[in-house]
């Protein structure tokens, strides 16, 4: 691992373990919102299932790796996803993929037998959407009847979005995509790659295109301080082929995410615009921060990892 990626990996893995008290989403830290709470639970289970999958998983993740074995054998959780408004099936189909092994998967079992078939269609969905549902529907053992990742990609993010050029209606700061093109471009990428796991199927023009996208949303990133945006685009490289540390928008990202992160390893909101006053409350800090401080922890491990898509 790299001084600066190691510098990131070991402050965000360090400042996660110490607020684990705030992921759970039955305890009195937790975010305030059901949304929140379940959105943080998921997070941390993501980010515990792709560093399970590393040739040497991080000791600091120990702590985490126990809630969410817990929680996943809590049958409060799944009940919680169920009750968020146009959330509930999508919550409880990641909530099926990204269970542990080896645990009473009971509540599991039940998520899976209770997911709508019409959710799982093709029908009605953006490619993005049903990327999305594919890669977790697949990773859960579900059955769907979402088209293979072959027929939905050239209509995806990656390869339909465009940059925009002379002319082109831009966003105020003169972002090359507006703010949920670029997530739903990064997103994207870790569904067909699987979080850096395997190749995302792109070659050609359609694989340069997606690298610049990437390339050119990354430069904007660094130079108005978008640290969340950055981490998950500097994610994408990877997933797309590249070596993030060795291209100038990949490495500019890193130092910046470097320059943002406080002593006690978090990241301290999306960007520099929203960053939490270090004196809020305990839980409000940690609603501005744990997505931010997550992702980059997640970059960085996989970044680091000895394997490549392939």
């Not at 937790?30 to 941390?44: I, S, T």
């Not at 999305?132 to 995806?156: F, M, N, Q």
Request: glycine share 8%; charged share 20%.
């Amino acid at each position: 691992m790299s001084a600066p990626l190691d510098r990131l990996s070991a402050g965000a893995l360090g400042w996660l373990s110490g607020n684990l008290d705030h992921f759970d989403p039955f305890s009195a830290g937790a975010p305030a919102q059901p949304l929140g709470r379940a959105k943080a639970a998921l997070e941390l289970a993501l980010l515990c299932h792709c560093a399970a999958r590393l040739p040497d998983p991080p000791e600091a993740l120990d702590g985490a790796r126990a809630l969410v074995r817990k929680l996943w054998q809590d049958p409060d959780l799944p009940r919680l996803f169920a009750g968020i408004p146009k959330h509930g099936s999508a919550y409880g189909l990641i909530y099926a993929a990204l269970a542990p092994d080896a645990i009473d998967d009971t509540q599991v079992r039940a998520a899976r037998a209770g997911l709508d078939a019409e959710f799982l269609s093709p029908r009605g969905k953006s490619a993005y959407q049903r990327i999305e549902i594919r890669h977790y529907a697949d990773k859960a053992g579900v059955r769907h009847t979402v088209e293979p990742y072959a027929e939905l990609l050239p209509d995806s993010p990656l390869v339909a979005f465009r940059a925009a050029g002379p002319g082109d209606p831009v966003p105020e700061d003169g972002a090359p995509l507006t703010e949920p093109q670029a997530y739903a471009v990064t997103h994207t990428a870790f569904y067909l790659g699987d979080f850096g796991r395997t190749a995302p199927g792109l070659d050609g023009g359609a694989l340069e295109h997606a690298r610049d996208l990437v390339d050119r949303s990354l430069v904007h990133c660094v130079a108005h301080d978008r640290w969340d945006l950055a981490a998950e685009l500097v994610l994408t490289q990877y997933v797309l082929g590249s070596a993030p540390l060795e291209t100038p928008s990949g490495a500019a990202a890193v130092e910046c995410l470097v320059r943002a992160q406080r002593p006690d390893g978090a990241i301290p909101g999306r960007s520099a615009a929203v960053a939490a006053d270090p004196s809020a409350p305990s839980r409000e800090f940690f609603e501005r921060a744990y997505h931010t401080t997550l992702v980059t922890a997640l970059m960085a491990l996989v970044v680091s990892s000895p394997g490549r898509p392939s």
